[in-house]
Structure formats: structure tokens, C-alpha cells
């Protein structure tokens, strides 16, 4: 059997290793971290949906429940409680990854891999014991970290990144977030929710970039009104720890002074320390790996998937690519459809899309025409006292293909599945409007928003 060896086990690796070993491989994976699981699992996308959730129902049950006729006593907040919760989520997931690999027979190493020479990998221990490794096929699989900026200084504490975000001991007073995109705004809203005051400083003059401007517009707006206090336009230039307190100084403005600081400009792909240099591997003026649409790098055995290489720094996008590169290295057919994989900002409301934005589509000179349909119009929606947000659909203008979809609103996360499904079949607007949603759902937002792209909304 082929040995297949995989550097990493994020939402990229563990998925790879599970796949190879179901293809057959003899499959082994090296995590230097005692858990698997990656960022996504440790200290990203699952700590941070707990302590979202529980913020959330913390928030709810202070505000929303009289809108509801429920009549609750003075609630209180016990953080120590709240943050174990999400440490037990995180613990319990991992621990699933460790069984889904035993499951599957694949070999699992704790220690930091690094590259001596092409196909020769070597693995010290958290005891400082070395072992070389060696196999037919190496998938590099490790990941990104945090960036910064010049000028920030990091204590990891006061100034600290997401990782110290998802552990906060006590509510900061005042938070300031220096970033407004994706873990700026979830991380931002969670302790807003918990207490703070929370300044979110932003060097461009709008929220998620990237994310269509008429959704970050309603976001930025909708985000506002809970408290977040946006700064856009904001360089910062600099934030160290001065009498015990973060200062983060912006271009031509005031000293902002807080408790807390959160750095959230972004995330670097982890190709240092790595030995990439003995294999010869090329990296792009980025850092990040270079590979082929088979993922293959510049040296023969050797692959790339996940935060390592070009695109979208997500999970879901990983796993796509940790299926695909080990059934092209089976002699199978891997896919990823780039142009359908879903974004999503889990602040409430929560933010989806996926495809084309506005801007993107009028800066190609492609014709479209746009359907946008409120929830403040569907039935369910006010069901669930949840009317703030829209669902927006750019269609072809000729061909009616549907090129890009933009929610906000509740459960848009949930909502844009559909979007996926029916832009990976290449649907037509019409298709989806001619699909029949149950009513009430909040899934009949998207029918209206496409029968809106041909002015024949039924409810507006
Ligand atoms: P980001 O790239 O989404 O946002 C960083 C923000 O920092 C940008 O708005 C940028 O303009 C701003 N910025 C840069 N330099 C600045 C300066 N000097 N002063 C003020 N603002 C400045 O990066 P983020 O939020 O750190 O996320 C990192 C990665 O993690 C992203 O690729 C994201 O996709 C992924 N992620 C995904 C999540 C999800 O899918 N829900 C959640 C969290 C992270």
C-alpha cells in the first residue's frame, strides 16, 4: 500500500488523513499541538461559535424575552461558566477527531515536522526527542497564524490576538478591535454583548471587505445599533501596553486607551520553520505555498492544501481541498468549485454570500440584474421577532444564471446552503424561484429574492 504522510491536522489535514486512509492509504498525520482539531477547532471557529452563542442567549435573555411575553428574574452573567462551556465544546471535539482517526487506522505523531531534504521529514517531541519520517507522498497541511502589524506590540495579554480573545478573564471595560472583518466583528460582538464597550478601528472606509458593499452597509448599521462603535478611515500605526493600559494611536487622531486590545488584521500561512528551503518547494511573493490545480508543489510528491496556499482562509475550504488532493493522488477526480464556497460572519445577525458581489460584477463589465427581497417581509421572520436583514441575488441578464448570493439576517449561515447548491448546478434564478420552500421558513426569503431579479415578487 502507498504511505501517505500529512504535516498538520486542521480542518486540511484530519479530513486528508481520513480520506487517504479510506482510499487505502497506510496514512500518517504529525500534529505538533497535543490536540487535533487546528485553529478551526482550538482557538477559532468552534470557541468562538460557543462563546457567540452563549453571549447571545445571555443578550436575549436580558432583552428579548419580554418582547416574547417571558417574564424572567434579573439575569447575571457567570463568565467562568460560560468559558468552560466553550472549553468543554472544544475538548469534546477534539477528542472526536483523535477517535475518527483511530477509527480509520491513521497513524497519529505529536511534535513540530520539519523538512530535511525532499521526501525525509523530521518530528521532535514535546520531550525533544527527534524521529525521521519518510513516504511516497507528503501533504504539507499547517495552517495560518495570527498577523500583526508594525508598530503593535503583542504582550499577550493587554495587546493580544483572537487566541486571548476566546479567554478574557473578566469583561474588558473597553475593548478596542483593531480590524473589522470576519473574527473582528464576531469576537467584537461577543464581548459587547457580555458588557463592554467595544471601539472597532478599521483602516478602510468600511466594514468586511470583500463581502458585497450593500450587505457590510447594512451590517455596519445593524452592528451599530448594538453598540459597536466603528472607527473607519482609522490607520493604526501603533498600540503598546502603557501603565497597564492598551493605547492604540491611529494616523492623524487621538490616543484610543483600553483594557483590551484585539489584533485582527488578518492571518499568515505557517511556511516557516517548516525546512520548506531544504526541499525546494517554491513559495509566492505571499509566503504561501505554490501548487497546481492537482495540488501538487514544485517538487514531484509533494502537496499543499488549506491556509498554506492561495484562497479563502476558511475551514470549509480546506476540507474541500484535503479530499481533493488525496483522491487526485489516488488517480481519482478531485474537485473544488472555487467560485461556491460560502462565507459566513457569525455576529447577529449573521452574514452569508457566496459568488459574485455587486462591485465585482460591475467592475467586469458583466450584465446582471439584482433581486433583493427584506425579511421584514416573510411571515416566519416575524415569527421569530428576526425582521432586520435582506437576501440579495445578482443574476446574468441574459442567461438568468444565478452569479452571486448576499444575506443578512437570521440564520443566513443556514440560508446560503441553498445558494451553494443551486450555483454548483448552475441554476437560473427561475429554477430556484420555481423550487417549492415551506412555508412558513425563512428559506422562502431567497424564492422572493429571486423572483424580485424579474420584478415579480409575490409578498413586496
Ligand atoms: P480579515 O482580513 O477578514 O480583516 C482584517 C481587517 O483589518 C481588514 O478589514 C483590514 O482592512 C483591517 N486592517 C488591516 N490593517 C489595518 C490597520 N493598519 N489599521 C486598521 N485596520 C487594518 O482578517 P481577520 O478578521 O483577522 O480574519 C483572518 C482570517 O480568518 C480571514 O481569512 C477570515 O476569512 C478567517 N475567519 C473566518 C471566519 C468565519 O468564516 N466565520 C471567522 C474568523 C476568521
Not at 418582547?67 to 472549553?87: E, F, N, S, T
Amino acid at each position: 500500500m502507498p504511505s501517505l504522510l500529512i504535516l498538520g491536522g486542521g480542518p486540511a489535514g484530519y479530513v486528508a488523513a481520513i480520506r487517504a486512509a479510506q482510499l487505502g492509504f497506510t496514512t500518517t498525520c504529525v500534529e505538533r499541538e497535543p490536540a487535533l482539531g487546528g485553529t478551526c477547532l482550538r482557538v477559532g471557529c468552534i470557541p468562538s461559535k460557543a462563546l457567540l452563542e452563549s453571549s447571545e442567549i445571555y443578550t436575549a435573555s436580558r432583552h428579548a424575552l419580554e418582547r416574547h411575553g417571558v417574564l424572567a428574574g434579573p439575569v447575571q452573567l457567570d463568565l467562568a461558566r460560560l468559558l468552560k462551556r466553550k472549553d468543554d465544546v472544544v475538548n469534546g471535539l477534539t477528542k472526536g477527531i483523535d477517535g475518527l482517526l483511530k477509527k480509520n487506522n491513521v497513524t497519529r505523531i505529536e511534535g513540530h515536522a520539519r523538512f530535511t531534504g525532499p521526501g525525509a521529514v523530521s518530528v521532535t517531541t514535546a520531550s525533544g526527542e527527534t524521529r525521521s519520517l519518510s513516504a511516497d507522498h507528503i501533504v504539507v497541511a499547517t495552517g495560518s497564524r495570527p498577523s500583526s502589524l508594525p508598530g503593535i506590540e503583542i504582550d499577550g495579554s493587554i495587546i493580544g490576538t483572537s487566541t486571548e480573545a476566546l479567554s478574557y478573564p473578566s469583561v474588558p471595560e473597553h475593548l478596542v478591535v483593531i480590524g473589522a472583518g470576519y473574527i473582528g466583528l464576531e469576537l467584537g460582538s461577543v464581548w459587547a454583548r457580555l458588557g463592554a464597550k467595544v471601539t472597532v478601528v478599521e483602516y478602510l472606509d468600511r466594514i468586511l471587505p470583500g463581502m458585497d458593499r450593500e450587505i457590510a452597509d447594512e451590517a455596519q448599521k445593524l452592528l451599530g445599533r448594538q453598540g459597536l462603535d466603528f472607527r473607519l478611515g482609522h490607520k493604526v500605526q501603533s498600540a503598546r501596553v502603557e501603565d497597564g493600559k492598551g493605547v492604540v494611536r491611529c494616523e492623524g487622531r487621538d490616543p484610543i486607551i483600553a483594557d483590551r486590545v484585539l489584533v485582527a488584521v488578518g492571518r499568515v500561512p505557517n511556511t516557516q520553520e517548516l525546512g520548506l528551503e531544504t526541499t525546494g518547494i517554491q513559495l509566492d511573493p505571499r509566503g504561501r505555498i505554490e501548487v497546481d490545480p492537482h495540488f501538487r508543489t514544485s517538487v514531484a510528491g509533494h502537496y499543499a492544501i488549506g491556509d498554506v496556499i492561495k484562497g479563502p482562509m476558511l475551514a470549509h475550504k480546506a476540507e474541500e481541498e484535503g479530499v481533493a488532493c488525496v483522491e487526485f493522488i489516488a488517480g481519482k477526480h478531485g474537485h473544488v468549485d472555487y467560485d461556491t464556497i460560502p462565507g459566513v460572519c457569525y455576529t447577529h445577525p449573521e452574514i452569508a454570500s457566496v459568488g459574485k458581489t455587486e462591485e465585482q460584477l460591475k467592475e467586469s463589465g458583466t450584465p446582471y440584474k439584482k433581486g433583493v427581497f427584506h425579511y421584514r417581509a416573510n411571515g416566519r421572520a416575524h415569527a421569530l421577532a428576526e425582521t432586520d436583514g435582506r437576501a440579495k441575488i445578482l443574476t446574468h441578464a441574459t442567461t438568468d444564471r444565478i452569479l452571486g448570493v448576499h444575506i443578512i439576517g437570521a440564520r443566513a449561515g443556514d440560508l446560503i446552503a441553498e445558494a451553494v447548491v443551486a450555483m454548483s448546478f448552475h441554476a437560473s434564478a427561475e429554477d430556484l424561484a420555481r423550487c417549492s420552500h415551506a412555508h412558513p421558513t425563512l428559506a422562502e426569503i431567497l424564492k422572493e429574492a429571486a423572483l424580485a431579479t424579474d420584478g415579480r415578487a409575490l409578498h413586496s
